[in-house]
């Protein structure tokens, strides 16, 4: 009998970390997709008011020549 006792402790340490693991990644994967989500709406929302400016993507060279 205390053999089953360790076999069962190792077990549940082992199951209780490999789940805090997944928790662990779970979390990071959401902060990588809000991250994307935010640099996403930053690009658009460049480009909207560039669109709304009437930019081109040139610089103007004319007034330095």
Excluded: K, N
């Amino acid at each position: 009998m205390s053999f089953i006792r360790p076999v069962w402790i190792v077990l549940w340490v082992r199951t209780t970390a490999f789940l805090r693991r997944e928790e662990g990644q779970t979390t990071a994967e959401y902060a990588l997709v809000i991250l994307a989500a935010a640099a996403i709406a930053v690009v658009l929302i460049a480009w909207a008011r560039c669109a709304s400016a009437g930019c081109t993507g040139r610089r103007d060279t004319s007034s330095h020549g």
